[in-house]
């Protein structure tokens, strides 16, 4: 068996300085091996992808005005009410 310096807990800790290309060529391709053998952090890394497009796409969008207290009661109302 081939020895596998990274655990999950530790590519969890790393996941975001490595797809934002911030580790070190060593640890970088230590990570990646781990990751080519480990089905929870291949999903793991996935998942992160995804929510990082995601914040991405959020950046982008224009900031709409807070609520007002008016507005946010009647939603709250009719949330509550549809739930009966």
Known sequence: MIHDPF???MLVELVTDWL????S??????LELHVA???GCIAYVEQMR????ALE????????????????????????????
Do not use: H, N, Y
Not at 20 to 23: A, D, I, N, V
């Open 20 to 23: 934002e290309g911030e580790l």
């Open 50 to 53: 995804m929510t990082q497009k």
């Open 7 to 9: 655990d999950c807990r």
């Open 57 to 84: 796409r959020l950046e982008s969008i224009d900031v709409v005005e807070p609520m007002d207290a008016d507005t946010r009661e009647s939603l709250v109302a009719v949330f509550r009410a549809r739930r009966g």
């Open 37 to 39: 053998t480990c089905a």
């Open 25 to 30: 060529e060593p640890t970088r391709e230590e």
